[in-house]
């Protein structure tokens, strides 16, 4: 017999692959609690343009479409705080309010638009 010659054992491959963006969490071990610790902040964004625009997780939020209007020297160093890989979307004319927490690491901050390209704290 062949390496997948049974029904069951595709089955069995396919069911322990990840799906895209799937979370898989041990529940017996509690909740799961993001950016615990991190300084966060609220901010009001509208959408100017006429288009919708869609902001990743771990884009700096300083440096988003110009068309997001909001206080940007507020945002200098944050991002949105939504899981890895997620997305806000703004629609033309929307205004909604947004978390944003503090990057961690180094608080370096290099491509996006090009406004930073170093250190945060040289910016503040």
């Known amino acids: 017999m062949g390496l997948n010659s049974y029904r069951s054992m595709t089955q069995l491959c396919r069911s ?3 799906i895209p963006g799937e979370i898989r969490v041990n529940h017996e071990l509690g909740d799961i609690v993001l950016n615990e610790g991190r300084r966060t902040k609220t901010l009001r964004v509208s959408n100017l ?5 869609q902001v990743g997780s771990h884009y700096h939020f300083f440096e988003v479409n ?3 209007d909001f ?3 507020e945002a200098l160093g944050f991002r949105l705080n939504i899981p890895a890989g997620m997305a ?7 205004r909604r309010t947004v978390e944003l927490v503090t ?16 250190k ?3 910016r503040s």
């Open 66 to 68: 110009k068309f997001l």
């Open 16 to 18: 322990k692959l990840m």
């Open 120 to 122: 945060l704290q040289d």
């Open 71 to 73: 206080d940007r020297d």
């Open 103 to 118: 990057f961690a690491g180094k608080q370096e901050v290099y491509g996006f638009q090009g406004a930073i390209m170093g």
């Open 49 to 53: 343009g006429d288009r919708p625009i």
């Open 88 to 94: 806000v979307r703004f629609e033309p004319g929307q």
